[in-house]
């Protein structure tokens, strides 16, 4: 059973697996700022390393912050979900009358 | 903007002080953002200006920051079942088209009155919007609240949602088949919003909710499928000018992937209706806000001569007041935040259920 204790352990050891890459990338990053704002800065087709730099620093850092609420324990409500499930239309039966073969 | 391209000294130098303001001003910003799906903006671009980061520059690098936290915010409300992606896309190819005729009606007015007309009819449309549609929404919030928290579909949405117009769309997500024509205009308003004062959910969300007919809790999950196709396309055009200063960008980020997802969490535990209380509450405070920027630019303009320092403090109360908006609205996220978590262990803890 995935209990709120097991969910803490294992947000835990991901928040620090992604913690430690979102610090090295930061790092990276403001070492080599210089170089860096002046490449992203040539502007044409170098407008792609921005973005590019943004998703990836998303995916990290975002799995860092996700991982570092639910260590604390801050998660979504039980419910969450629940409202769009009922909004889902139920199955409609099949009324229609069907060839059948007899064997 | 050529110029400015050339210019070698348009990337500041980032003091400690700096850096921090712009960490915590990126988490709250997330914050509101993930709860209501738009916000924050007002307060990082004039605060990066006030830090001596050129205009555009700071436009651009809070762009750059978007994108990706309207993502994550919206992959993680995603996850709870609030998001129509079908929607948020339409509405965000339109917007982009509204982004587009709000760029041109920025240049003519450029054109015609120079940067003071420039900035008062930014200060204007602030001021005209967030006053009608905040009031509007605000009214509308506490009704709900009086009536239950049961949030109902608007008459004007349900005749628009009966209208046959080729072409017709379906959102199973939302649950609601309307006409391209109706979700147009809530893109194009979000759009021209969006280039006009930098913040087109306060135009994008009320829409989907008034007009379109979705609850607050979609539309405020569906502004952030919308807020990331404007910000993608807005982000490659000033990237492309060479504008974006990543380091900004990346210390923005650094706090406001903290914000988003806690915000996204926040509206979990809250009824639909406090999500227009907080969008209302920011629009309004913000609405004051800009109005004591207005006589600023009309003295510009020349169109008034009152004393420089009282014009001055009027600025600066301003810029203020923009930060306690956005102070208000995560005041009121985390307060909803916390007591419908406390009622919620309470409710578990006598059903003797591990939650």
């Given at each position: ?53 943004v998703f990836l620093f ?46 | ?261 806690l915000g996204a969490i926040?509206?979990t535990y809250v009824k ?84």
């Amino acid at each position: 059973m995935n209990t709120a204790h097991d969910r803490k352990k294992k947000a835990k050891i991901n928040a620090l697996l992604f913690g430690a890459v979102s610090v090295a990338l930061y790092s990276a990053a403001f070492y080599y700022a210089d170089p860096m704002v002046e490449l992203y800065a040539k502007g044409g087709a170098y407008c792609l390393l921005p973005v590019a730099t943004v998703f990836l620093f998303s995916y990290v850092h975002g799995n860092f912050a996700s991982n570092v609420w639910t260590a604390l324990g801050i998660e979504a409500s039980s419910s969450a979900g629940r409202k769009t499930k009922a909004a889902e239309a139920t199955p409609r039966k099949e009324t229609r009358t069907r060839a059948t073969v007899n064997a | 903007m050529h110029d400015l391209l050339l210019d070698g000294a348009r990337f500041v130098d980032l003091s400690l002080v700096g850096v921090l303001f712009l960490f915590f001003v990126g988490f709250v910003g997330g914050l509101v953002s993930g709860f209501i799906g738009s916000g924050g903006a007002f307060v990082l671009t004039p605060g990066m200006m006030s830090l001596g980061v050129p205009g555009p520059v700071a436009v651009a690098s809070n762009m750059c920051h978007k994108f990706p936290k309207a993502l994550v915010g919206a992959l993680k409300r995603y996850k709870y079942g609030q998001v129509d992606i079908k929607l948020g896309l339409i509405v965000g190819v339109s917007a982009e088209v509204g982004v587009q005729i709000g760029i041109q009606i920025q240049k003519l007015i450029l054109e015609l009155w120079g940067p003071a007309g420039s900035n008062l009819y930014v200060s204007l449309a602030f001021v005209f919007v967030l006053v009608t549609v905040g009031s509007f929404v605000m009214k509308d919030a506490i009704t709900t609240k009086r009536n239950g928290g049961e949030e109902k579909v608007t008459n004007i949405a349900k005749k628009l949602q009966s209208i046959e117009l080729w072409p017709m769309v379906n959102f199973k997500g939302s649950n609601i088949r309307i006409s391209f024509w109706f979700t147009a205009p809530v893109g194009l308003a979000a759009g021209l919003l969006a280039a006009t004062i930098a913040v087109g959910g306060f135009a994008g969300v009320p829409g989907m909710i008034y007009i379109i007919g979705m609850s607050s809790l979609m539309a405020s999950a569906t502004e952030l499928v919308v807020a990331f196709v404007m910000g993608l396309g807005g982000t490659l055009i000033w990237a492309f000018y060479g504008m974006v200063d990543i380091r900004l960008t990346l210390i923005i980020l650094a706090g406001s992937l903290f914000g988003v997802q806690l915000g996204a969490i926040g509206t979990t535990y809250v009824k639909d209706y406090v999500i227009k209380y907080v969008m209302a509450t920011i629009m309004l405070i913000v609405a004051f806000s800009r109005g004591l920027a207005i006589p600023k630019y009309l003295k510009q303009l020349e169109a008034i001569n009152w004393d420089a320092t009282l014009i001055s403090s009027m600025s600066k109360t301003s810029f203020g007041l923009m930060c306690f908006a956005l102070g208000v609205g995560a005041f009121i996220i985390l307060k909803a935040m916390i007591v419908g978590r406390r009622k919620e262990r309470q409710m578990a803890m006598a059903a003797g259920t591990n939650v």
